[in-house]
């Protein structure tokens, strides 16, 4: 069977994230309305919203960005909950144990907690990632750290607000399949696409976010 170019947004935060106002029937709206296949729900230390999502149409890769020692890091297609504030290489094990890949979100991103860059045990590097600014600097300073290290790149929107879904995107070769997709990722069977979040977006985001917060 010929593989298929999915487009997969690989960084999802919905309001099981403290930060984030996406409910989970936004992300299916919004990653409808953004043509995309599927989606990577990437909760800060929480896989609670992604298992909630699994019964849609959509392709939905159950994931947890995990605050460790060493800043963020993406876990991709865990349902056993990995503990936060671990050192990140062991973070990294614990991910292929519980049969997931681990992906460097933001990694020369110096203002959000960017995860180390001197290990070279990722699965994958986000180069593209719609919410860091300046965005293009940070495109090209991530392509270059996967070059380096000879990492499959992937790109996601890391989207808090549900407009901001799809801004970014990965087109993966693989089947519609969570185990297929991620083993393609491994490969690095994918093209990261993508642009910065719109000013107004944002700020709209942030300010539905701090409501929240009241
Ligand atoms: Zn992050
Ligand atoms: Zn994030």
Request: glycine content about 6%; some cysteine.
């Amino acid at each position: 069977m010929k593989s298929l170019s999915l487009k997969i947004d690989l960084h999802v935060h919905t309001c099981y994230s403290p930060d984030a106002v996406t409910t989970l029937k936004e992300v299916i709206t919004y990653s409808k309305k953004r043509g995309l296949d599927g989606v990577a729900i990437t909760d800060h230390d929480t896989l609670a919203g992604a298992l909630k999502l699994q019964n849609s149409d959509l392709i939905v890769i159950s994931g947890i960005e995990i605050t460790t020692l060493s800043g963020h890091l993406l876990a991709l297609n865990v349902t056993t909950p990995i503990p936060p504030k671990l050192d990140i290489n062991e973070t990294i094990q614990r991910i292929h144990e519980a049969g997931g890949i681990a992906v460097a979100p933001h990694p020369t991103l110096f203002y959000k907690s960017a995860p180390s860059r001197q290990t070279a045990s990722y699965d994958a590097i986000e180069v593209i990632n719609s919410a860091a600014i300046p965005f293009r600097l940070f495109t090209y300073l991530n392509q270059k750290l996967a070059a380096r290290l000879s990492l499959p790149q992937t790109a996601g929107s890391d989207s808090h607000y549900g407009p901001e879904i799809g801004a970014a995107y990965t087109v993966i070769e693989a089947d519609p399949d969570v185990d297929e997709i991620v083993r393609a990722i491994k490969k690095g069977a994918t093209t990261p696409v993508g642009k910065s979040i719109p000013w107004r977006m944002r700020l709209k985001g942030k300010a539905l976010s701090l409501k929240r917060k009241i």
